[in-house]
């Protein structure tokens, strides 16, 4: 399960991933909800939640994600990602570095951390 919301105050963007995900779409549909929301701005900061998440990535997620940053560059560009995971998941480790190369090609800057404190320490300018 995937949550999103824009907390007013901070100007920050959240995602939380709950559970198991088995279709990739389900994350993309909700940063097209973030994205939707009446306070985003392209260049909001975001920090994803991935500390209650289990199992595998999803089959074809790369390419997807891939896709999907070029399709919606313009309304993600310039965004600081950060990406908080548990440390006992080394098996999302190099996806997750895969998924930043192909952002920085399109102007978001992505970067993973294994604590909210330091996320946000980042993610706020």
Known sequence: ????WIDKATGLGYIAVRGQMLR??????TIDALTASPEWRPGTPVIEDLRDYHGCCPPNCVEEWRRYVGDRQRVLHGCRWAIVRREDEPHLLSVL??????AEAHGVVLRQFSNMIDAHVWTLP
């Open 24 to 29: 990739f779409i389900e994350f993309l549909d």
């Open 1 to 4: 399960m995937t949550y999103q």
């Open 97 to 102: 570095d895969t998924a930043a190369a192909d």
